[in-house]
């Protein structure tokens, strides 16, 4: 079972960054054996993926939307998943979920078991 919660969403200028947090609290299985990743759903549309790591931290993937724009990293000895956007756009506008996988590494909803419950980024133009 892992809990997970966001945080540091806000209100952005287009141009502008933000960092978004995703504190883990797992039990029966360390944090540190779940691949993580980042997915968004904006207003009216479906969940997409944004980013992903490795348990280990070792292999990312991002989407092409926000390759070069977005950092995906964690901290394995803080239990935190963490999202540095940068360059943000309008179309970056969106509620922000982060996810936990026991696979070794996933890109699609359906490779995650744990969910947050989102944290919203708006990015004005």
């Known amino acids: 079972q892992v809990q997970l919660v966001e945080s540091g969403g806000g209100l952005v200028q287009a141009g502008g960054s933000l960092r978004l947090s995703c504190a883990a609290s797992?039990?029966?299985?360390?944090?540190?054996?779940?691949?993580m990743g980042w997915f968004r759903q904006a207003l009216d549309k479906e969940r997409e993926f944004v980013a992903a790591?490795?348990?280990?931290?070792?292999?990312?993937s991002y989407a092409d939307s926000v390759r070069g724009r977005f950092t995906i990293s964690r901290d394995n000895a803080k239990n935190t998943l963490y999202l540095q956007m940068n360059s943000l756009k309008a179309e970056d506008t969106a509620v922000y979920y982060c996810?936990?996988?026991?696979?070794?590494?996933?890109?699609?909803?359906?490779?995650?078991?744990?969910w947050g419950q989102g944290t919203h980024v708006t990015v004005s133009s």
């Open positions: 790591i490795s348990w280990s931290g070792g292999s990312t």
């Open positions: 797992a039990s029966g299985r360390a944090f540190t054996t779940y691949a």
């Open positions: 996810a936990a996988s026991p696979l070794l590494f996933a890109v699609v909803p359906g490779g995650y078991d744990y």
